[in-house]
């Protein structure tokens, strides 16, 4: 399928990497988006992101190298790597030594992760929830900021919806605005270009994908998810989190506790009320009744699982739609 016809498409330009298309694939742990997933979205036009919480340095290294060498032609491979977590300055710098392309970070934000990419030359990707956060990552040293909104899976830095914050975002700063939490077609990319956004990000749309590193039973928690599946509860990360409902949730509802059978002090500040990276690895093992599953809130409009070129396709099929 040709898409050069597209005379206002805009270019997403973040440092040296100019993909086909604007779409990034979110980092998704523990587990979830690895080499395999990354790979593949880099080779239909994207950015594909692997994410580095939850699995060893060196585990991370393989797959920066598995995933660049699985790439067909120009493509980006980017990592993401919590602030929150221990060893978030060993994995950034593991990240520089391996010459990604980009590095993203979120839950929270320092002015040595900016520093260090600088001085590599590798662009620095924030992702915040308000226009000051925008600003202050500017300010700091960001290539880019992902402006992530409620409606977004996993741990959420805000009670509003995307497309409430994204204009005072871009009206704040002069960098590229990705816009996150709840994009999941043409449609959703035709509105956040139109108000300014330079690109999107999707994560939930991905993992309900062919080449997703996730096993079968997470995908098909996705497919099979309805809107009432949804819920949020905060984790020992001291954030709400959204996941879909499972014997796990109920566990750990009404903030009632989990023994954890072994600490290994993963997290900067915790509230030891049950393992999330724990429950987390559980869910990547295939145990997705006794373990978290995050998802974005539109995760019961996905019907089936599809290859990773062709949701890109569809995507950019509805855009054409729209403009």
């Known amino acids: 399928m040709k898409w050069g016809f597209f005379l206002n498409f805009p270019q997403l330009k ?25 790979s ?6 994207g950015i594909g992101i692997i994410s580095g919480t939850g699995i060893t340095v060196e585990d991370m290294r393989l797959h920066i190298r598995k995933a660049r060498e699985s790439i067909t032609g120009t493509g980006y491979i980017g990592v993401n790597v919590l602030f929150a977590m221990n060893d978030f300055a060993e994995k950034m710098k593991a990240a520089i030594e391996e010459k990604v392309d980009f590095i993203i970070s979120g839950a929270g934000i320092s002015r040595d992760m900016y520093a260090w990419g600088k001085e590599e030359g590798i ?3 924030s992702i915040v929830s308000s226009a000051r956060l925008a600003k202050m990552s500017e300010r700091l040293g960001a290539s880019a900021v992902v402006v992530e909104g409620f409606e977004a899976g996993g741990h959420l830095g805000t ?14 700063v002069k960098i590229p605005v990705i816009a996150a939490g709840g994009i999941l077609t043409g449609e959703d ?5 139109k108000m300014g956004a330079s690109g999107v990000q999707m994560g939930t ?13 997470f995908k098909e928690k996705y497919v099979h998810a309805r809107q009432e599946d949804t819920i949020l509860l905060k984790t020992t990360v001291g954030l709400q989190g959204r996941m879909i409902k499972n014997h796990f949730t109920e566990l750990i509802s009404d903030d009632k506790k989990v023994k954890i059978k ?30 978290l599953v995050f998802a974005g809130a539109r995760v019961h409009e996905i019907k089936e699982i599809l290859p990773v070129k062709t949701i890109i396709s569809n995507i950019m099929r509805e855009y054409e739609a729209c403009v």
Do not use: W
């Open 189 to 193: 990319l035709a509105r956040a270009l």
């Open 123 to 125: 662009p620095v990707i």
């Open 205 to 217: 749309r991905f993992v309900a994908s062919e080449e997703c590193d996730a096993p079968s039973s």
């Open 14 to 38: 973040i440092g040296h990497m100019l993909p086909k298309f604007p779409i990034l694939q979110g980092g998704m742990g523990v587990g979830i988006s690895l080499s395999k997933l990354a």
């Open 40 to 45: 593949a979205v880099a080779n239909a036009g």
């Open 159 to 172: 009670d509003r919806p995307l497309f409430e914050i994204l204009p005072e975002v871009i009206d704040a």
């Open 262 to 291: 072994q600490c290994i002090d993963c997290l900067k500040n915790c509230s030891y009320r049950f393992c999330t990276l724990d429950s987390l690895i559980t869910s990547m093992n295939g145990d997705c009744e006794n373990g």
